[in-house]
């Protein structure tokens, strides 16, 4: 690594198995770091992976389609956002009125400060944000095996430090990025059901794994069962694949841009809108999450 000066190398995965999410099992206090963390230090070996990531031109285009996606969602018509006058590379209005800006929601990013792969990931979250000019303070991000240490290096960077377990139950009441690379299903399915209407659903980006890898990797009578709304989402959602370099596979592999256009949500029947169930997951004995109940 240049930032450090250690050397790593990325595990293959033998061909045919299935990628796993970030192992996220124990108490979220468990893992943290028995010594003192370095603030300096580590936001340091941030930025240098920052400026080690710009220059990889997979970067670019992970760029580029998150623009795309941002541009369609911050276009999409709303009682409160105005749609006159020109706009800046989001489509947001540079009218002199309030403007509609992109807020970001990250989870499950993983221990950064000891984790090359979740240090990668934090780089790429925070070059995103400057490509979309979505400030640094209107990022909330949220991890239960975050240390107090990584805790005071992301409010360092800038980045809004959520102090709750959401379970990823977030409403979204305006257009609103939401970057969870490698995190469990029922993360992604919890997100959906919160949001589960053809309002709220066009104003969510998701930078994550791809729904329909995560199907292929289930068999399907227990992904229905389970994750029923990732499940409906996926005839309705656009999944954009994002390059990987190969030497990064076990970093950015399939990660998709996913985006749910009101065109394809108005084609379901109505009665898929209402009153949508709360999931329970009694079924899951390994649910990839850290449930609030369990936190200690």
């Not at 999944?239 to 379901?268: H, M, W, Y």
Request: aromatic share 8%.
């Amino acid at each position: 690594m240049s930032d450090t000066g250690e050397k790593w190398q990325v595990a293959r995965r033998r061909k045919g198995a299935a990628r796993k999410s970030k192992p996220i099992q124990g108490s979220p206090h468990s893992t943290c770091c028995q010594e003192q963390l370095d603030i300096g230090k580590t936001v340091k070996r941030i930025r240098d992976t920052v400026s080690e990531l710009r220059c990889e031109e997979f970067c670019q285009q992970w760029k580029e389609q998150v623009l795309v996606a941002g541009s369609a969602a911050l276009s999409k018509p709303a009682e409160n956002r105005d749609t006159e006058g020109t706009t800046d590379q989001l489509g947001s209005p540079r009218d002199g009125r309030q403007c509609q800006q992109l807020e970001c929601v990250c989870y499950g990013l993983g221990s950064f400060s000891s984790c090359v792969s979740a240090r990668f990931q934090l780089a790429m979250l925070l070059l995103l944000l400057d490509a979309g000019q979505i400030p640094l303070r209107d990022c909330s991000v949220y991890d239960p095996m975050f240390s107090s240490g990584e805790r005071d290096v992301l409010r360092e960077l800038g980045l809004n430090v959520l102090t709750e377990n959401e379970e990823g139950k977030r409403l979204v009441t305006k257009p609103t990025l939401f970057y969870l690379m490698h995190c469990g299903k029922a993360l992604y399915n919890n997100l959906l059901w919160k949001n589960w209407s053809t309002q709220c659903l066009p104003l969510m980006i998701i930078i994550g794994n791809s729904f329909n890898g995560m199907m292929d990797r289930t068999i399907e009578r227990e992904f229905k069962r389970d994750y029923s709304y990732i499940t409906q989402a996926v005839s309705v959602c656009e999944e954009g694949q994002l390059p990987c370099p190969s030497r990064l596979i076990d970093i950015f592999s399939d990660t998709a841009v996913i985006t749910f256009p009101t065109c394809s949500l108005n084609k379901l029947p109505q009665s898929t809108w209402t009153e949508p169930p709360e999931p329970q997951y009694q079924h899951c004995p390994d649910l990839e999450i850290i449930q609030r109940e369990t936190q200690s």
